[in-house]
Structures are given as structure tokens and as C-alpha cells.
């Protein structure tokens, strides 16, 4: 079979898929599920960016999606009048004092001739000075910041812009964060490169739980700005009226599909437009020097190319796509909600998703991220009902029976493992393999 037929196939019966949940159970979870799948296969495609086109290792998802996500905060929101009079000059200010000290460290280290030894003790102590002098000066505003009206507000807000200038912003945002990181961790072996993203995004997670003047922290920031109508909204539209009378169901679905449709359509254009730039990116002469590095780097670098830059640019890259698509989440979920940030859903879930899709393959990143989320959001009823089959002679008193129904949910993680096994059995390079030119 040609690899176009055999990618159209394999789209197709994604859509099949989807088509059926809306068939059998509705449109509005069918819709639901394909949103989601969208923005799972965007950041499938940040890691296969970095992973199978550069080798690089990124655990750090998680991470990269929260700055996404609070990028739409810092956009979006409107911002708290009485938390900037209390005092939100002073934490710009203590920030811009610890990142200063941060530039001055690497200058020092770069520019001075002083020995290693002396080199790591001027460090240290900027970096340290830094931190408390930045935290002498923000402590006492962020109390007061923090004491505003805390089942509300309690932080500072945004900047009140359309929401959908925060996609690109949590790109540019994840891109600025991942150059530090790199710069600091991408000299490392793959293994302890993992561990190190893994680690820096539980770390940009814990700050945004804690940190409640900038995110709100575990309290949540609810009713974030869409880019599309309200379903109230829409309700009393005579377009939707007729909508309602032509199709024979109630204004209240009707209106939410419409709703749902609007975010399909431009989530689409966010995929498509992602997908041709690493289309072009993967076939240009750059796409074809990272593949060369990623394949012997110690060739590479016989040939004069500057591994750790080159690794630096797709590392940035890689992150601003999943920075996008983090933003991306919060606006379809109304809210940012730093405690739902886990490693299983964010982080294994999307590299899963790489790997069955096939590494190095962009349109298998896509068909991973619909594959991958389409069965672990229906693995839960399928699993009741697969449970319900074969319990169906046992009483409903008997114990065995109740712990089974009430532990459905984790039939998925099962099912996940069976898929990736399975595929790695019969199909070991991914559903779409990498193209060899």
C-alpha cells in the first residue's frame, strides 16, 4: 500500500471513530474528544520535533503546557486595580534585580578570566545575593497582593488582550523559558536529560501552585475569555432557532455544538499551519542536518556543526509548539488549574503518543494524538462495559463484582499498555514510519 493511501486510511478511521461516538452516545463529547485530540497531536509534534528529528529527550511537557496556560492569564484577565496599587511595582522590580544578577553571573563567567574555582564561588554568591535582595523586596507586596479579596482576585491579572493572542504568547513564553533550561541541561547524556526536564517542570509547576499573586496558585483563575460565542449567547440567534426546529433537538446541544465547532475549526488551522512549517522545516536543508546530528553526532560535529546550538534551536522550538498548545487547553477548558499538571497526562501520555504515531514522522504525531486520547478518554466506558459482560451472571451484592464496576476507570491505563505493546509488537517504527530520503 502507498504511504499516502496507508495515511488517508489511517485518518479515516479516525474519523469513523469519532463519527461513532457521536452516533451512539453525542455529538457534543464526539466534538469534546476531536478538540482535545487536536491539541494533543500539537504537542506530539513539539516532541517530535525534538525527539525524532533531533534525539533530544524532553520530560518536560508538563511544564512547557503550564506556561502556556498562564500565558493566558497574563493576557487574557483582566487586570486586579487595588494588587497593582499595593504594591506590583515592587515584584517587577525584585525580578528584574534576581534575572539581573542571573545575566550578570553568565557574563562573569563567560567574559572574566578568573579560574573555575573562583568563577563558581562569584556565582554562587550573585545568584544567592540576588535571590534575597529580590525577596527582601517582593515578600510585603505579595502578602498584601495576596489579601485582596482572596476568594476572588487575590493575584494581579492580566493585561485584558483578546484571548487568542495568548497562543502565540505562551509559545513565545515556553521558547524563553526552554533556552535557559537548555542552555543549562542540554550538555547532558539523554538519560540524565530526561531526569533533568522532568524535574525543571515540576518545578515550574510548584511555583505556580504556590505563587498565588501571579497564577492564584491551587485556587484557580475561572472564566477565562473565548475567542468564540457563548452558548447563552447564541440561543436566542433566529439562525440557531432554525437550526434547532430543522435538526429536532434541543437549543441548549444545539447551541454547544456550534460552540465546539468554532474551536474545531480554529484549532484546525493552529495544526495545519504548525504542520506545514515542520513539513517544510523536516525537508529543508536544516531538517536534514538535524537528522544527520541525531543520527551520529560524532560525524556530525567531524563535519564542522555545532551540536549543542543546533540542539538548543529544536529544544526552543519543540517547547514553543507545546507552549502553544498549552494555551490553547486553558482557553477550550474556561480555567487554568495548576494541580490537574501530572506527568501521566501531560507528559508519558504525549511521548506515548509520539512513539505509537512513529518518531520522525510528523503526520504519525498527529494520528498518535488522535489515536492515543480518542481510547483514553472512551477506555473508561468501553471498560465498564467490558466489565459489565462478564460479571453480568454474577450478583450485584457479590463483592468481587462491586470492586471491579467501581475500578473501571483504571482499565485504561491496562488498555494503554496493551496498544503500545501491540504496536510496538506488529508495527515496532510507529503507524507511520519516518520517511528514509
Known sequence: MQDKQHIILLFLSMFILIAFVGFF?????ALTIFNLCIISSIMSLGINIQWGNAGIVNFGVMG????GGLANIIVSMPPTAKAWDAGAIYILFGIVIFISSIIFSILVWLKSGLSKKKKYIINFLLIILGYFLMRYIIDSPIKAIEAIEPAKTGYLGG???????????????????AYFIGKISLGLRSDYLAIAT????????????????????VKNVNGLPRPVPYEIDLQSEPWV??????????????????????YSCIFLVILIGILLLLEIAQKSPWGRMMRAIRDNEVSANAMGKDIKTRHLQVFVIGSAIIGIAGAMLTTLDGQFTPVTYQPLRFTFLIWIMVIIGGSGNNFGSIIGGFLIWFFWVQSEPLG????????????DANIIKSHLLE??????????GMILLITLRFAPKGLIPEVKR
Open 64 to 67: 512547557f503546557a503550564a506556561l
Open 407 to 416: 475500578n473501571a476507570a483504571h482499565i485504561r491505563l491496562i488498555f494503554m
Open 384 to 395: 465498564l462495559w467490558f466489565i459489565s459482560q462478564i460479571t453480568t451472571h454474577i450478583s
Open 198 to 217: 522532568l524535574g525543571i517542570s515540576e518545578i515550574i509547576i510548584y511555583i505556580l501552585k504556590n505563587e498565588d499573586w501571579l497564577s492564584r496558585g
Open 25 to 29: 452516545q453525542s455529538w457534543n463529547l
Open 241 to 262: 432557532l432554525e437550526l434547532t426546529k430543522f435538526f429536532n433537538i434541543p437549543v441548549s446541544e444545539i447551541s454547544s455544538i456550534i460552540v465546539k465547532l468554532s
Open 159 to 177: 493585561l485584558d488582550l483578546p484571548v487568542i493572542i495568548s497562543w502565540p504568547i505562551g509559545g513565545l513564553l515556553a521558547a524563553f523559558i
